[in-house]
């Protein structure tokens, strides 16, 4: 590994830090007097933000002659904007969020305004940080690294940015990633909203490791992250919101994005859904299944008489692949044997437990009317699992809504789920989803109240198979919408909503 120590010398960045500036006076036109070309990129890292817009404008007061004005797309929480060149200048910036359906930047939400200096092969690189509705802006000045030496020796640049607020210092080490913690290379110390100098470190792939200050006692190793192109990143070191114990997570930024890596010894979590229907197929079912998970060496969890519609609670364990087996409760007839559970790092899976109706094949010729006689010879119901990565978002102004459909019906192969508006009828909801049977998706919606339609084309003709309401406000979390069989509904299904911390 090689670092250029001469470039590691005390952070001393610009920061500029502001709580929600308004009522700015003109500072300048955007306009540039030369071609010279300086770039602007947006970090979001406010944990309970929703998406946020950044706009650039060079004269707030002359909106209809500006020659740049310009909201670029809205960024979510650990998500980075591209990097955006404009002419060297001084511009006018916004940060704001969509707070109804519109994202005219008119309609937008505003919650930070100031100035910004673009400059010549510079990026100002602006970081939203803590609470939303309090929010704290960071901008740094980082010069563009134009050095030919670089490709012809195979080096890429990094910088350290320290934004977790519990850690004000820390230190960042890095080894290859055949190696270990006793082979890594002291980086530098990372100190809090402190952007540091630019290193050069050798292409490689690389893991990284984080200490207290001056500590060897490390309490973060990263999974290992590929640098195999000239560029530059920057290395931020954020609190980890996900499920597994340690206190950090790293997000790699770089020209395309942003690549999070874990802790390669983050715990996951799991649980299971029982959304295996009552069906003729399953004639010695009952509703009650026992569910068993075998981890490493002799340990296991097991679950007992988890009822249909009923979440399991949820069990925490490193990560890894499991096997798990599903029991009929009171026959013991063995559903789902040897199946596999592959839990990542720091990630909360629910299993979604269902029955899927299929025909006779026997003899596995894929003929499943062997007299010919036009009609399936036979069907058998098999229990199949869905396994749908719970969202780790705790934004206050939107929420997530993973739908899960476990429809089992030859009428219909998809349902189309309809959030409508009070000013909205069905045909013009703006929010809207098609999910296959057997399938998952996700929807993000802005805190409002929606009428929830789920819609099938059946013979040609839409029915409509459930309906509910749903609201949304700050207080809301993220929840799963589940879609499946009820023989007493006319439809013959129904929509359950569950927030999905209250699966656990």
């Not at 929703?50 to 670029?72: A, K």
């Not at 320290?162 to 190696?179: A, I, P, R, T, W």
């Amino acid at each position: 590994m090689k670092f250029n120590r001469a470039l590691l010398k005390p952070f001393q960045p610009m920061v500029y830090v502001a709580i929600l500036m308004f009522g700015l006076t003109a500072c300048g036109s955007g306009g540039s007097d030369d071609d010279s070309t300086g770039y602007i990129k947006f970090y979001n890292a406010s944990a309970n933000a929703p998406g946020v817009f950044l706009t650039v404008d060079e004269n707030l007061d002359e909106d209809d002659d500006d020659e740049v004005e310009v909201t670029y797309n809205s960024v979510a929480y650990t998500k980075v904007s591209a990097t955006n060149a404009l002419d060297k200048g001084t511009y006018y910036i916004e940060l704001a969020w969509q707070d109804e359906e519109s994202s005219a930047r008119s309609d937008l939400e505003i919650i930070y305004e100031d100035s910004v200096k673009i400059k010549n092969d510079q990026i100002n690189f602006i970081a939203l940080t803590g609470d939303v509705r309090q929010p704290e802006v960071l901008q740094y000045e980082i010069e563009v690294v134009d050095d030919d030496n670089d490709d012809d020796d195979d080096l890429f640049n990094i910088r350290l940015l320290n934004l977790h607020g519990d850690y004000q210092n820390v230190d960042l080490y890095m080894s290859k990633d055949n190696e270990t913690f006793n082979e890594a290379v002291l980086v530098g110390t990372a100190n809090y909203q402190a952007l540091s100098d630019n290193i050069k470190v050798e292409q490689d792939q690389y893991i990284y490791y984080i200490t207290l200050a001056g500590s060897s006692d490390v309490i973060y190793t990263s999974v290992d992250q590929n640098y195999s192109a000239v560029s530059q990143y920057i290395i931020v070191l954020r609190e980890n919101t996900g499920v597994g114990s340690s206190p950090f997570t790293i997000d790699s930024i770089g020209v395309n994005g942003v690549t999070e890596l874990e802790d390669v010894d983050s715990e996951a979590q799991f649980s299971f859904y029982n959304g295996i229907a009552l069906d003729d197929y399953l004639p010695t079912y009952f509703g009650d299944i026992d569910i068993e998970v075998r981890l490493d060496g002799e340990s296991e969890v097991k679950f007992t008489q988890v009822q249909l519609g009923e979440f399991t609670s949820s069990t925490t364990t490193s990560n890894g692949d499991y096997d798990f087996y599903v029991r009929n409760s009171q026959t013991n007839e063995l559903y789902v044997t040897n199946a596999l559970l592959s839990l990542e790092e720091n990630a909360d899976n629910t299993l979604f437990l269902y029955g899927k109706r299929d025909p006779i094949d026997d003899d596995e010729d894929g003929d499943v009317d062997e007299n010919s006689d036009g009609i399936v010879d036979g069907y058998e119901t098999k229990v199949k699992t869905l396994t749908v990565t719970k969202s780790s978002s705790s934004s206050i102004y939107s929420h997530g809504i993973k739908l899960v459909n476990l429809a089992d019906s030859d009428d219909f192969s998809r349902v189309t789920f309809y959030f409508v508006l009070s000013d909205e009828i069905i045909s013009s909801a703006d929010n809207k989803l098609s999910v296959l049977q057997e399938n998952s998706a996700s929807i993000t919606l802005l805190n409002n109240t929606y009428s929830v339609y789920a819609i099938a084309t059946i013979d040609g003709t839409e029915i409509k198979l459930a309906n509910m309401q749903l609201i949304l406000d700050e207080d809301s979390k993220e929840q799963y919408l589940i879609f499946e069989a009820e023989p007493s509904a006319s439809s013959g299904y129904k929509m359950t909503l569950i927030n999905q911390r209250s699966a656990d």
